[in-house]
């Protein structure tokens, strides 16, 4: 079994900066790529930045230069900081994680947080 908990989201103002950041813990062999998603609400869930064990990094294009992704594989953690906010990022948040169980260590399961919403807005 494998539990992911995201934490860091909230309301924030435009122009602000938020961390979110999601740990996962269980029977971990090894956590392949770690990605971050959002979906508003009547929204589809759509990628904002994923990051592979050889730390190379993948944006959306509406959030490059903004903000940035990174991981701690010792806590099994990944992180977006999130900077310049925009009000058309509210939606809630989620990390995605491509695990390798030590009971299956053929077969990579990609797992979902439980979300966290982030809302940008005076």
């Known amino acids: 079994q494998v539990q992911l908990v995201e934490s860091g989201g909230g309301l924030v103002q435009p122009g602000g900066s938020l961390r979110l950041s999601c740990a996962a813990s269980?029977?971990?062999?090894?956590?392949?790529?770690m990605a971050w998603y959002r979906q508003a609400p009547g929204n589809q869930r759509e990628l904002v930045a994923s990051i592979t064990s050889g730390d190379s990094t993948n944006y959306a294009d509406s959030v490059k230069g903004r903000f940035t992704i990174s991981r701690d594989n010792a806590k099994n953690t990944v992180f977006l900081q999130m900077n310049s906010l925009k009000p058309e990022v509210t939606a809630v948040h989620y990390c995605n994680l491509a695990v390798v169980t030590t009971a299956q260590r053929g077969v990579i399961y990609g797992y979902w947080g439980q979300g966290t919403q982030v809302t940008v807005s005076s």
């Open positions: 269980g029977s971990i062999f090894r956590i392949d790529v």
